[in-house]
C-alpha cells in the first residue's frame, strides 16, 4: 500500500502539487437484520479505494478512484491536482496549513473478540431470540433487531513524510418493539433508538449489552406506552437518560462547536453556528456543572469518536470544550486552527471512506460525570417534581444549533422523589445556552456510559460518520414540555 | 464508465462461479464531480470514480447478499463465496419468490443522459461558481453552495435470463446568499446541465437575502403559510415510505385502516411516473420488474399502493387482502433481502385545476408566512404524521397581499395529513430538490392554519 501511495504522492509532486496526501481504505462491513421472526438483512460489503487531496495554486483538490493499478493512482492523482487548480480561479488567499510533526506509526483498536470470527448462524440465533422474546408479548405488532459490524484499514502518507496505518472494529447492535392500536403507533427500543449501541469494540460489546435479557421488557412498555397518560404540556424540570443526554450533547453542542461550521463553510447545507470566534473563553454555555471535552484519545473509551491519529495525520487530543460552564474550545484542522489562533490543529478531520475528503467531525464529544457520587435512583429521589425521559424518538434543531425538539420513546412522572406514572409523546425543547445553563446535576461515573451514534450526516457530498457521546443522567430546571404536540 | 457489454461478462464470470440455485447481479458505476464554495471562494472540489458490484445468492428459500467494488478474479470468487455462505445458513423464508423472470418491458423511457453534462469540466464548473460569486460581490453578500455532476450507469442481470439497464447523468446547482442576518437559499437539479442558470439561481438567493434583512420577530401561532416547492417537497417526502405494501404488514404505516378513505382534500392527486419528462432515475426496481406508473391518490383519498413481487403475494393472502384495491406487483421493490419491501421513488403531483402563481397566491393573502424551504424535520408522530423542523433561509411575513419584511425562523410541529386537507391553492408542479427528501414533482402550495410553535433567534 505504501508504494500505491507513493506513485500518487509522486505525480501529484510533479504536477505542481505543494502538498498532498494519499489514503488508501479496505474496508469490510457485515450488516444483519431480522423482523417480525424473519431474516430482514443479510449482507456483506467490502470496498477498497484511494483518495488523493492535494494544495495546488494554493487551493484544495480531492480524487479517488477504486482501481488501484499504478495507471489509475497515477491519473486520481493528477486530476486532483487539475482541480484544485481550477479551485485556484475562485480563491482569496493561499491554503496554509498548520504545522504537525510528521510520524510513521501503526495502531489497531483495541478488541477481544474479532467479530467476523463469529458465526453468522450465532448472530441470526441472538437476532431471533431478541424477536421472539419481543413478540411474546401480547399486542407488540413489530419487532426488528439488528446487528452491524465493521473492520476499516488505513493507510495514510502525505508529502511531509506521514505514514500511518490504522485499523477499527466497529460493533452495533439494537432493537426496536412497535405497537399498534387504535390511532397510535407506539415504539421502544434498547439499548437505544435508531440502531442501538455502537462502539469501537469487537464481539465483546454484544454480550455486554444483555441483549436478550432485555428484550421483554422493551415489548412490555412499547404495549404499555398505548394506554399511558400523554405527557402534559408547561414548564418542567426534567430528567434525561443518559442516551438521550449524549443525542442533546452531538446536536447542541458537538455540531456547533464544529470551526467550519463557525467559519461558514458548512453554509449552504448542515448550517452555520451561534458560536462566533468572538464568543470563545467569554461564553457562559451552562451552568458550574457543564463540563465538556472533544477527546479522541482511545484512553476517553472506545467511541466511534477514538482514534491514533485523524484523516490528516494529527494525532488524536482531548480539547476540552466546556469547562465549569465556560466554552472554552473548537474542533478545528489543519487548515482552521489558525482562525482561533492555534497554531497546532485539534486532529478532528475525518472521511467516511476512501472517496470523501476530510472534514472536521466530532470525535467523541462527552460531558463529564458528577465528581460526588450520584446514580439515577438518587437523582429522582431527590426531584419533587418533574418528568423523567428516556430514549430518544425525533431530533431536531436550527440550522445555528440555538432552537432544538427532541421527543423521547417514553416518559414517567416524577413525584415526591418517586416515579408514579407513565407517560406518552414526551418532548422538550429550548434555546442551546438556556438549557445547559439550567443543568442543575448530573449522576456521577457509575452512571455514565459512552454512546455511538453511527449516522451523523454532513457535507456535500454527503458523509455519514460515526461519532461517541459519553453522558449521564443529568436534571434541567424550567424546560418547555410538550411542544410537538401543541396545536396537533 | 462501465457498459452493459462489459456488465453482462462480468454477469458470466459470477455465473461460472456460482454454486447457488440462482444468482442476480446489480451493478452501479458513478463518475461524480463536486465543486463546493464558501466565504466567496471555492474551498473544496472534489471527484470520484468507483463500481459497485452486488451479488445475490439464492439456495431453495435462501438468499442473502454481498457487494464488492472489485472485478478481478480472485474478488469475485470471494464475494459470491461471501453471498452464497451467508444464503446457506439463513432460515427458509416461505416468502421468497424465485428470481424475476426477463419478461416483457412495454414502452420506452425517456433519455437521461446528456454529453456535455458528461463532460463537465472542473474548469466550466469553475467558471459557473465565478459568476455566482461576482454577484454576491455586487450585492456585498457572502455565497456558499455546490455545483455538482455525475454520470451513473446501473444495473441488473439474472441466472434466468433479466437484463436492465440504464445509463444517467445529473447536475445539481444549489446557492446560499449571506447577508449580516437574513439568508436566502435556491436549488436545482437536472440531468441536462445545459438547462441549469446559475446566475438566475444566484439573482433569486441574493434577493432573498436582501429583501429578508433585519428580521423581525413575529409570535409563533397557526398562519397561512405559502411554500415553494422545495419547502413542500420536503415534508411531503415523509410520507411516502408509508405507501409500500410492506408498510401496511407491517403496522407501521400512518395509512393503516386509511386506505380508500378521504384523509386529504379533494384538490389532492398524486401518482408515481417514473417517465414523467420531469422525473429522473431507474425504470426498473430492485429485482429488475418495470416501475409501474401507479395513481397512489385521487381526490384526496389513497387509491393504491406499491408493491413488490414478494409483498404482493403476501398481501393476497393475508387479512388486508380485501382492503387495499388493486394488489399485484409494480415495480419499486428494493434490491432483497431488505427490511423496508418498497416504495414509490418518482412521486409526481398533479397540476389543480386553476393553478396559481406564487405571486397571486402573495396576492390573495392578508397575513401569512412565506416559506423558502425547511430544515432538519423530523417525525413526532408516525400515525398523525406529525411533523416538526424549522424555516430556514427566507422567511417572510406576508401583509396585505405583500412580502412585508423578513422574520425570524420558525419551527413547525405540522400533521401532514392536517397540512394536506387545508391547501387553500396550488401551483403547476415543478422538478424540485430540497435536503430532506428525494427530488420529486410537487407545486407550490398555500396552506391555511399551518402549526409554528416556536421563534428562534435568527
Redesign the interface.
Known amino acids: 500500500m505504501q508504494e500505491i501511495a507513493s506513485w500518487a504522492l509522486n505525480v501529484a509532486s510533479l504536477k505542481g502539487a505543494s502538498y498532498a496526501d494519499a489514503r488508501i481504505v479496505d474496508e469490510r462491513s457485515r450488516s444483519l437484520?431480522t423482523?417480525?421472526g424473519?431474516?430482514?438483512?443479510?449482507?456483506?460489503?467490502?470496498?477498497?479505494?484511494v483518495g488523493v487531496r492535494v494544495i495546488a495554486d494554493g487551493?484544495?483538490?480531492?480524487?479517488?478512484?477504486?482501481?488501484l493499478s499504478r495507471n489509475s493512482v497515477e491519473h486520481?492523482a493528477s486530476?486532483?491536482v487539475?482541480?484544485?487548480k481550477?479551485?485556484?480561479?475562485?480563491?482569496?488567499g493561499e491554503i496554509q496549513l498548520a504545522r504537525e510533526k510528521t510520524m510513521t506509526a501503526e495502531w489497531v483498536s483495541p478488541f477481544k473478540i474479532d467479530p467476523f470470527s463469529i458465526?453468522?448462524?450465532q448472530n441470526?440465533d441472538l437476532l431471533?431470540k431478541i424477536d421472539s422474546e419481543m413478540r411474546s408479548v401480547s399486542g407488540v405488532?413489530?419487532a426488528?433487531a439488528n446487528l452491524n459490524f465493521k473492520r476499516e484499514e488505513q493507510w495514510f502518507a502525505s508529502s511531509e513524510g506521514a505514514n500511518i496505518r490504522q485499523t477499527k472494529y466497529v460493533s452495533g447492535a439494537g432493537y426496536s418493539a412497535?405497537a399498534?392500536a387504535g390511532?397510535?403507533?407506539q415504539?421502544r427500543s434498547y439499548p437505544n433508538s435508531f440502531g442501538g449501541q455502537w462502539q469501537n469494540k469487537g464481539y465483546e460489546l454484544i454480550d455486554e449489552l444483555k441483549l436478550v435479557e432485555n428484550a421483554r421488557r422493551t415489548g412490555e412498555e412499547a404495549v404499555a406506552l398505548l394506554k399511558a397518560d400523554r405527557c402534559p404540556e408547561g414548564v418542567f424540570t426534567i430528567i434525561l437518560d443518559s442516551s438521550q443526554l449524549g443525542l442533546q450533547i452531538h446536536e447542541s453542542i458537538g455540531h456547533p462547536i464544529e470551526l467550519d461550521r463557525v467559519?461558514?463553510?458548512?453554509?449552504?447545507?448542515a448550517?452555520t453556528s451561534?458560536l462566533t470566534l468572538d464568543k470563545l473563553d467569554k461564553l457562559r454555555y451552562g451552568s458550574e456543572l457543564v463540563n465538556v471535552v472533544a477527546d479522541a484519545r482511545p484512553e476517553h473509551g472506545p467511541g466511534l469518536g477514538s482514534f491514533a491519529f485523524d484523516d490528516e495525520g494529527v494525532a488524536a487530543q482531548c480539547t476540552p470544550i466546556i469547562s465549569n460552564g465556560l466554552f472554552t474550545g473548537y474542533l478545528s484542522s489543519r487548515e482552521t486552527a489558525h482562525t482561533i489562533g492555534s497554531n497546532r490543529s485539534g486532529g478532528t478531520l475525518r472521511a467516511e471512506g476512501w472517496?470523501?475528503?476530510p472534514?472536521i467531525r466530532m470525535t467523541n464529544v462527552s460531558i463529564l460525570p458528577g465528581e460526588k457520587p450520584l446514580w439515577r435512583e438518587q437523582l429522582i429521589s431527590s426531584t419533587d417534581s418533574g418528568i423523567f425521559m428516556q430514549t430518544n424518538?425525533?431530533?431536531?434543531?436550527?440550522?445555528?444549533r440555538?432552537?432544538f425538539?427532541f421527543?423521547c420513546e417514553m416518559g414517567w412522572e416524577i413525584k415526591g422523589g418517586k416515579l408514579v406514572r407513565m407517560l406518552k409523546?414526551p418532548?422538550y425543547?429550548g434555546?442551546t445556552t438556556d438549557f445547559w445553563n439550567s443543568m442543575d446535576a448530573i449522576c456521577s461515573r457509575d452512571e455514565w456510559t459512552l454512546w455511538g451514534t453511527p449516522n451523523c450526516g454532513k457535507g456535500?457530498?454527503q458523509q455519514v460518520m460515526g461519532t461517541g457521546h459519553g453522558a449521564a443522567p443529568a436534571r434541567f430546571r424550567n424546560i418547555k414540555v410538550g411542544?410537538?404536540?401543541?396545536?396537533? | 464508465m462501465l457498459h452493459q457489454d462489459r456488465a453482462g461478462d462480468i454477469f458470466s464470470r459470477i455465473k461460472k462461479l456460482s454454486s447457488g440455485d440462482e444468482v442476480e447481479v446489480l451493478f452501479y458505476n458513478v463518475h461524480s464531480a463536486l465543486t463546493r464554495f464558501a466565504n466567496n471562494t471555492i474551498h473544496q472540489n472534489v471527484a470520484e470514480e468507483n463500481q459497485v458490484i452486488s451479488i445475490r445468492s439464492a439456495f431453495g428459500q435462501r438468499t442473502a447478499r454481498a457487494t464488492t467494488n472489485r472485478i478481478d478474479d480472485e474478488s469475485l470468487r470471494r464475494v459470491v463465496q461471501a453471498s452464497e455462505s451467508l444464503a446457506r445458513v439463513q432460515h427458509e423464508d416461505p416468502d421468497l419468490l424465485p428470481l424475476a423472470e426477463p419478461g416483457q418491458v412495454h414502452g420506452s423511457s425517456p433519455s437521461r443522459f446528456f454529453e456535455r453534462t458528461a463532460a463537465l469540466t472542473p474548469q466550466e464548473r469553475a467558471d459557473a461558481v465565478s459568476d455566482i460569486v461576482k454577484i454576491a460581490g455586487r450585492e456585498r453578500l457572502t455565497t456558499a453552495g455546490i455545483f455538482a455532476s455525475s454520470e451513473v450507469s446501473e444495473g441488473i442481470f439474472n441466472s434466468r435470463g433479466l437484463q436492465r439497464w440504464h445509463l444517467q447523468t445529473s447536475s445539481e446547482i444549489s446557492v446560499t446568499m449571506l447577508a449580516q442576518d437574513s439568508s436566502g437559499w435556491q436549488k436545482t437539479n437536472s440531468p441536462d446541465v445545459g438547462s441549469l442558470d446559475p446566475r438566475m439561481l444566484a439573482e433569486v438567493a441574493a434577493k432573498k437575502a436582501r429583501d429578508s434583512a433585519h428580521p423581525q420577530e413575529v409570535p409563533a401561532g397557526k398562519y397561512t403559510v405559502i411554500l415553494e416547492p422545495a419547502a413542500v417537497l420536503d415534508v411531503v417526502g415523509f410520507m411516502f415510505s408509508d405507501f409500500g405494501g410492506l408498510a401496511i404488514l407491517d403496522q407501521r404505516s400512518f395509512l393503516n385502516d386509511r386506505i380508500g378513505k378521504q384523509i386529504f382534500g379533494k384538490n389532492i392527486n398524486i401518482s408515481d411516473e417514473v417517465n414523467h419528462p420531469l422525473q429522473s432515475g431507474a425504470p426498473f426496481d430492485g429485482e429488475g420488474l418495470p416501475r409501474q406508473h401507479v395513481s397512489l391518490v385521487e381526490k384526496g383519498v389513497v387509491k393504491r399502493l406499491v408493491y413488490s413481487r414478494a409483498t404482493a403475494e403476501r398481501i393476497k393472502r393475508s387479512e388486508f387482502r380485501d382492503k387495499l384495491g388493486s394488489v399485484a406487483p409494480t415495480g419499486h421493490g428494493f434490491p432483497l433481502p431488505n427490511e423496508m419491501g418498497e416504495a414509490p421513488m418518482n412521486i409526481v403531483f398533479h397540476a389543480p385545476d386553476n393553478p396559481q402563481t406564487i405571486e397571486q397566491m402573495i396576492a390573495s393573502t392578508d397575513r401569512g408566512i412565506y416559506v423558502t424551504r425547511f430544515w432538519y424535520i423530523r417525525e413526532v408522530d408516525p400515525y398523525e404524521k406529525i411533523l416538526t423542523g424549522m424555516t430556514r433561509d427566507g422567511t417572510f411575513l406576508i401583509k396585505d397581499g405583500k412580502l412585508h419584511h423578513g422574520v425570524l425562523n420558525f419551527r413547525f410541529n405540522e400533521s401532514l395529513l392536517h397540512m394536506l386537507s387545508n391547501l387553500e391553492a396550488m401551483g403547476v408542479p415543478v422538478r424540485s430538490s430540497g435536503e430532506e427528501s428525494f427530488d420529486m414533482v410537487v407545486p407550490p402550495m398555500k396552506v391555511k392554519d399551518f402549526n409554528f410553535t416556536e421563534v428562534t433567534k435568527f
Open positions: 437484520a423482523k417480525n424473519k431474516i430482514g438483512s443479510a449482507a456483506d460489503s467490502e470496498s477498497l479505494g487551493a484544495w483538490g480531492f480524487a479517488s478512484s477504486d482501481d486520481t486530476r486532483a487539475e482541480i484544485a481550477a479551485s485556484a480561479r475562485v480563491k482569496h458465526s453468522v448462524e441470526l431471533l405488532t413489530l426488528e412497535y399498534f390511532s397510535e403507533i415504539k467559519l461558514g463553510m458548512e453554509a449552504n447545507f448550517g451561534f472517496n470523501r475528503l472534514i424518538r425525533s431530533w431536531s434543531i436550527d440550522d445555528k440555538y432552537n425538539q421527543g409523546n418532548s425543547s434555546i456535500q457530498p411542544s410537538a404536540y401543541k396545536g396537533n
